[in-house]
């Protein structure tokens, strides 16, 4: 030994877990803006041939949020489907939007990953109460608690145009008192934490990560713009996973040499008897 007091490394003093300790979600500038670029180049010209859009703005951010000017609500998740197929047939998709948050998310979650298969695509135009998702946590309907969200808009995104959430100290009191709302309707959970909400103000060119225990939605959008926000899962590949599993909904990214050997390993005849 060389006479030094050695400790265990911790990210914990890094101001990001510490942020992520304290209210269970971060929001951090995009680490790969020309990748964020690229995401929402495509976004919206395959936006303007599925609408057949000649005329409309040139710039990309000012059709993005103008597009319920150019389709309604019977036609938006035509318009949905069309631009994430459009995205998801991209090799470089997957690894883009992993590469927006990938020191982030090793930082907060560790270095051996599961990443979403499917990463998921949102458009919420003003007034639109048929793509509203009501107060929740994933982990509600099966998610694991090990699992976080990356959120990332392609537009600038505030008060009702976001997504709401409420902070980790504000969560837990009130998720205590969730045998209260057995009966009851998810707006009337929502109106009893209202007060704890923050709609969150995140400029294009940021992402939020946020863990899924923590309650979270949407709510008719006010604003006179379009939201478009896509949303994918991320967790050690190695914690508890619930109902979306390894290989179904999940895929591990970033294995070590001795996991991938440990893995591999079976054990030889006889030693199981």
């Known amino acids: 030994m060389t006479g030094?007091?050695?400790v265990f490394e911790t990210s914990e003093d890094d101001t990001a877990s510490k942020e992520f300790l304290r209210k269970g979600?971060?929001?951090?500038?995009?680490?790969n803006r020309a990748g964020l670029d690229a995401l929402k180049r495509l976004a919206a010209e395959t936006t303007r041939q599925?609408?057949?859009?000649?005329?409309?703005?040139?710039?990309?951010?000012?059709?993005l949020n103008a597009v319920h000017q150019y389709v309604g609500v019977e036609g938006l998740n035509?318009?949905?489907?069309?631009?994430?197929?459009?995205?998801?047939?991209q090799v470089w998709f997957r690894p883009t939007c992993y590469s927006l948050a990938a020191n982030l998310i090793?930082?907060?979650?560790?270095?051996?990953l599961s990443m979403q298969r499917g990463v998921g695509l949102s458009v919420q135009l003003p007034n639109d109460e048929s793509s509203l998702l009501p107060i929740h946590t994933d982990v509600w309907d099966g998610d694991s608690?090990?699992?976080?969200?990356?959120?990332?808009?392609?537009?600038?995104?505030?008060?009702t145009k976001s997504m709401f959430i409420t902070s980790l100290e504000n969560d837990r009191p009130h998720q205590a008192n969730m045998s209260d709302f057995q009966d009851k309707s998810s707006e009337a959970l929502f109106?009893?934490?209202?007060?704890d909400v923050e709609f969150v103000k995140i400029p294009y060119g940021?992402?939020?990560?946020?863990?899924?225990?923590?309650?979270?939605?949407?709510?008719?959008?006010?604003?006179?713009?379009?939201?478009?926000?896509?949303?994918?899962?991320?967790?050690?590949a190695m914690s508890p996973y619930a109902d979306k599993k390894l290989g179904e909904f999940f895929e591990p990214i970033s294995l070590r040499p001795a996991t991938r050997v440990g893995l591999s390993y079976e054990l030889p005849e006889g030693f199981d008897e």
């Open 4 to 6: 030094e007091v050695s």
């Open 25 to 31: 979600y971060v929001i951090a500038e995009a680490e």
């Open 50 to 63: 599925h609408l057949n859009i000649d005329a409309g703005p040139e710039d990309d951010d000012a059709l």
């Open 78 to 89: 035509g318009l949905r489907l069309s631009v994430i197929g459009a995205l998801r047939s």
């Open 106 to 112: 090793k930082e907060i979650v560790g270095n051996e």
């Open 145 to 159: 608690p090990f699992e976080v969200v990356l959120w990332v808009p392609l537009v600038d995104v505030q008060a």
């Open 191 to 195: 109106q009893s934490v209202k007060k």
């Open 206 to 236: 940021s992402v939020l990560l946020f863990s899924q225990t923590l309650m979270h939605g949407n709510r008719v959008n006010k604003e006179p713009e379009t939201r478009w926000s896509m949303n994918c899962r991320f967790k050690s």
